[in-house]
């Protein structure tokens, strides 16, 4: 038997493009005589679709384009992810369902069990759990199909009270095939990976495991597909990228090519994605051109290198913006990074439009001191700048504030965390330094050592520094990652052996900022932990705070 | 038996100040002979805690305030609701629970069966559903103690498949309690008086039902806790007030000033619930003084009512920011509000701003002719100014949009979209009229008669007017509603009889705007889907886009 894996780019709600590009992949695998060709979880509404899923009129789009897609299942068989309407009188309106398509019809309908319902997932929301459970057949071969989190109740931390392998196995498939929609963080593919091996380990049949790849809005799905056999040796599809691969099923029960797990560089994997993220939302959206502020610092010159090189030399415009608190060193490098890459750029001194704001608030200000008012002045003249650009050139401003930054709230509402999408809001500052070193690996040093070195600073009065108002990001990261990530209390922390007060100041400083957070872009997703939809926390509440 | 009904405001994660109101509540129960009394669910911590619940130093919390609250339970009972945690090693890792104190000590933990997930809820998101079912016992009564949701299985769309009062009923309870944190919005107060009668004639008993009152940010909870008869005659508490009131079991029994339910009108309750918002996000976060842009239309002088109404005519501060295109007739109606209402103004003319970023701009723009950029930085100056004047005065910026204009996205990001939260971004341009109507009517006409009678219009160029851009609110506001709170899709909106181009038209604007919706404060949340937390669509998507 000659399976073919589709590990593709869907585009939610763009059911004319999803089909064709599905019914090409059929067309294409059917030339190369394969027997059975899958897709991914939801590929055919895409993936999140959210509460469009509510609409019965999407839901209906989608069962006509699944109808259209089985029409040319021929000569072949396919598996496609989308929604099944609950005909059931009691329950949620749907499944999120595995199509088994084949002589030009539905042939079996298999719901998905483990609804995830954490994190970034609503799944819950909208489906309704599968309760019965059976296997599909093809040529004399049974197969074990499962959607994504069905197959993840088997590490330490069981989440659900069922199994479906448990169910499935009992019928002696030949094989298991699990169709995902599975997002990107740096930590997932090894944990996927794990699971995926004791799925094998355990249920001792191989695993087809095939994935999203492409980004939707917050979202990457980095592709990664896998196939693992019993012994725990794998063969993985590419990362980040949209391909087909066919597989003779006698040969990968061979283990011929299959081999260890081989982990890549967390900032590899974090440089990859953002590209990938920067890139669909352009695509996706049909915009080509991207515009953002340069102000000197670290933050903003590796946004500048990752638009660069997901959208082109010739689709990025970088501002320079300075004010009287701008420093010389700030303006010749962000000069010399500009001239370097030989990106397009354009110097708006804030100035007049400082002043202007200075005359307008005299009278309502009268007798008051400067403080940081007139700080979020010039990061809001900035934002209205950018914007202005935006809106008259038609560009996508790229918001350049790192996950430090927004954890603390260290930046101005509608000042620099304004943008159409967060590149760097996952990453944390000590990481973006990681992160710089590792794009001048690869981009040439595209980004200048004195921006490496220099203190952070907002330059909004004059020699301030970060560390005026922040503990160092040594010290503040790591309570972060604890905070955020895992999740710890400050009781546990101070457990833990980090210090007290510091514990206790940054935790405050975070939920106390939640209201800044609620305005922020969307946060392109690398960490286990984002910013956005996957972290859901009350503004006016007293914990901490 | 005497019980008592605690309906009270609570602070999410402010355990000192929960508990010490749920303690001299339990203390002035007491003196008043009081066998029971009941709280609502997850008074505790308040709610939602949302991803608070996911910190076991949040939880211990709870933990501690449970064991600490029922040392007083001695000579009374008490129901409060905390989350508790699953010893079970499969499932999530708690229980969203009843707690039953008495003689010092917690006597049951009974925990929720049916888990909302829909709209705002996310409860699968951190508890697992309860199997089990007992009634608790006091004084040789039984009574099937059961949580919000719990009884709401039992209209015509059942959305699970367990029913926890067709279990609890088998024992003969003599009584119900449902405590309760169901949120506010318009039709609710009906639906969930139908629901409470339907489980009444049902099983036969009384029904207590013990809900929130006060706003947590967006959510609003109007109390109403609510008592009902087999014969559906029923005793509701006050709307949007804390109260504790006593009930005698056998006078309840025989409908002692018991009667038939009389619904509020719309805008009442709209008006009340809106007033209860403003109130609970000053009081709960300590701010006293809010800062509005009064703009000579009918959206800021509503909320300029409304706000004076629920902070005093003392803390509210109205600015106008003229431009050359604000008519003469804004300036005059705005003054004519603020003289009448007596509150404090500043105005403030925008054009130096504007002629300063005409300047800065100027080379980047030249030769491109004026367009939609000129307007939003107009919108984008009247935001800076507001947040400087927030920054500077320790002010709170109400948010003036409506929910069509979010709807439709006729409002400049980082412009007039700012605030902290949104007061009408629930309501519709068409509704706004009839609420200044009522609020003309309970607040001496606050609203003068030419804001009212003028034409929309958002001043941003000459002679400006909302038609321009979008249909008429009367056409826009009927389609906006089936799309957003029915979640009518267009193919069904025009079996409806709606106008196939207008359908479309409108719900491509709504689709393609939620980039804009994602980055808006959060709304007071009045009807049965606000934008927000209870509707959640993707960025990156093209259906009907």
């Not at 011929?256 to 994605?273: R, S, T, W």
């Not at 921006?451 to 790591?478: F, N, T, V």
């Amino acid at each position: 038997m000659k399976l073919a894996i589709a590990q593709l780019d869907y585009h939610v709600g763009n059911f004319e493009k999803n089909s064709s590009k599905i019914i090409e992949a059929i067309q294409k695998a059917k030339e190369n005589k394969a027997d059975l060709i899958i897709f991914s979880e939801l590929c055919i509404c895409g993936y999140p679709a959210r509460d469009f899923l509510e609409f019965n009129d999407f839901i209906a789009l989608c069962e006509k384009s699944v109808m259209q897609i089985a029409g040319y299942c021929v000569g072949i068989a396919a598996i496609v992810g989308a929604p099944a309407i609950n005909t059931a009188p009691k329950g949620k309106a749907l499944f999120n369902s595995a199509y088994f398509l084949k002589d030009g019809r539905i042939d079996k309908i298999i719901h998905k069990t483990l609804l995830p319902n954490y994190d970034i997932f609503d799944e819950y929301r909208y489906f309704e759990p599968n309760r019965k459970f059976e296997c599909i057949e093809l040529n004399g071969k049974k197969i074990a199909l499962t959607i994504c989190e069905d197959l993840w109740n088997i590490d330490d931390d069981p989440l659900y009270l069922e199994n479906p392998m448990d169910h499935l196995i009992k019928e002696n498939p030949d094989f298991a095939v699990n169709i995902a929609a599975s997002p990107f963080s740096f930590t997932h593919d090894a944990r996927r990976t794990k699971v995926l091996q004791l799925n094998a380990s355990t249920y001792k049949i191989p695993f087809f495991y095939v994935n999203h790849t492409g980004a939707q809005t917050e979202l990457i799905f980095d592709g990664c597909s896998t196939i693992v056999l019993p012994d725990e040796n794998m063969y993985k599809m590419a990362s980040f990228k949209e391909e087909i691969q066919y597989f003779d099923l006698d040969e990968v029960k061979q283990g011929k090519g299959f081999g260890q797990y081989v982990p890549i560089d967390k900032y590899e994997l974090i440089y990859n994605a953002l590209i990938e993220g920067i890139k669909s939302y352009f695509n996706k959206l049909g915009f080509k051109k991207a515009v953002l502020g340069l102000s000197g610092g670290i933050d903003s010159a590796v946004v500048l290198a990752l638009a660069v090189k997901a959208l082109g030399i010739e689709n990025v415009l970088a501002v320079l913006m300075p004010s009287p608190y701008s420093s010389d060193g700030s303006k010749t490098d962000s000069l010399d990074m500009i001239k370097k890459l030989g990106v397009d750029h354009q110097v708006i001194p804030i100035i007049p439009a400082m002043d202007a704001y200075a005359g307008l608030l005299a009278p309502s200000f009268t007798g008051l001191k400067p403080d940081i008012t007139e700080e979020n002045i010039q990061a809001r003249i900035r934002g209205a700048i950018l914007m202005a650009l935006s809106n008259k050139l038609n560009l996508i401003v790229l918001n350049t504030s790192n996950k430090s930054e927004f954890a603390v709230g260290y930046s101005t509402m509608y000042g620099d965390s304004i943008g159409a999408f967060s590149v760097l809001g996952d990453v944390y500052k000590t990481e973006v330094y990681k992160l710089a070193a590792y794009i001048n690996k690869v981009q040439e040093n595209a980004i200048p050592d004195s921006i490496i070195k220099k203190a952070p600073s907002a330059e909004l009065r004059p020699d301030q520094k970060d560390a005026d108002s922040l503990p160092p990001y040594e010290k503040l990261d790591p309570i972060l990652f604890q905070y955020i990530e895992n999740q710890k209390g400050p009781m546990e922390m101070i457990e833990m052996g980090f210090d007290e007060d510091l514990v206790y100041r940054i935790c405050k400083m975070v939920n106390q900022t939640e209201y800044k957070r609620f305005q922020a872009p969307p946060v392109l997703r690398v960490s286990d932990k984002a910013f956005g939809l996957g972290r859901r926390l009350p503004i006016v509440a007293k914990y901490l705070g």
